[in-house]
């Protein structure tokens, strides 16, 4: 089925281990995003990318590092996990910058637990 | 930068009955877009409506609608007719025209909806 595809659904870290969470997106669209989602905090904007090449910072970027490794992939890096990073993630996609507002598609989130 | 703001952390109603969720958003452009997602126990994000700034006629799908107040800032959601199905957590969301696509989420309104 088109979608969003993340990966994995869930994980457990320790302290100071790295990981990298993979987004896939299978609809050419040109824009990815990656959220956190916190309790009582909704979801808040790490990194994103408005076309297959670039990448900027959104709201919460620290710890944090993004590849978009061609217009299909944008995955998310942790380079030394720490327990404020403990949450669930959310990739998404959208069809063209400034576009019509409809088109995101979000994956099913990855939820990561930092011990 | 734009704030989204839920004051309803959880709402409850009855089958059947009607219930609105509020959102008000600090902005100073004239070019925005509005939308309500729905999430599930799936953590799926859901679309449930979307709003266009410049457009004075309020959206509406199927159960769904919305009070947009432009001056004001405001943009509610009033779901009829609530069903089992309606139970999950509603986010209000503002994207800018001008933004490459940048969500900015509120807080979060837990809809609980009894037989």
């Known amino acids: 089925n088109a979608g969003v595809t993340q990966t994995p659904k869930f994980q457990v870290l320790k302290t100071g281990q790295s990981m990298t969470l993979q987004c896939a997106q299978d609809m050419n669209h040109n824009s990815m995003y990656w959220y956190r989602q916190d309790p009582g905090m909704g979801l808040r904007l790490i990194y994103y990318s408005a076309s297959e090449g670039t990448t900027d910072k959104g709201e919460v970027p620290n710890g944090y590092n993004v590849s978009r490794l061609n217009k299909r992939e944008f995955s998310l890096r942790l380079e030394s996990a720490a327990p404020s990073q403990t949450s669930v993630y959310f990739c998404?996609?959208?069809?063209?910058?400034?576009?019509?507002?409809?088109?995101?598609?979000f994956g099913s989130g990855t939820r990561l637990t930092v011990v | 930068a734009q704030t989204v703001t839920q004051s309803q952390p959880e709402m409850s109603v009855q089958e059947a009955e009607t219930v609105t969720l509020s959102c008000t958003y600090d902005?100073?452009?004239?070019?925005?877009?509005l939308f309500w997602y729905k999430q599930p126990p799936s953590r799926q994000m859901i679309l449930v409506i979307r709003?266009?700034?410049?457009?004075?006629q309020n959206a509406t799908e199927n159960r769904f609608s919305v009070n947009f107040q432009k001056a004001a800032k405001s943009f509610s959601l009033k779901i009829s007719d609530s069903q089992l199905g309606d139970a999950a957590m509603y986010f209000c969301?503002?994207?800018?025209?001008?933004?490459?696509?940048?969500?900015?989420f509120g807080a979060g309104t837990q809809v609980v909806v009894t037989p």
């Open positions: 998404a996609s959208r069809a063209v910058p400034q576009a019509p507002n409809y088109g995101y598609t």
């Open positions: 709003q266009e700034a410049y457009k004075q």
């Open positions: 902005t100073s452009e004239s070019d925005y877009y």
């Open positions: 969301a503002y994207r800018s025209g001008d933004s490459w696509g940048k969500l900015q």
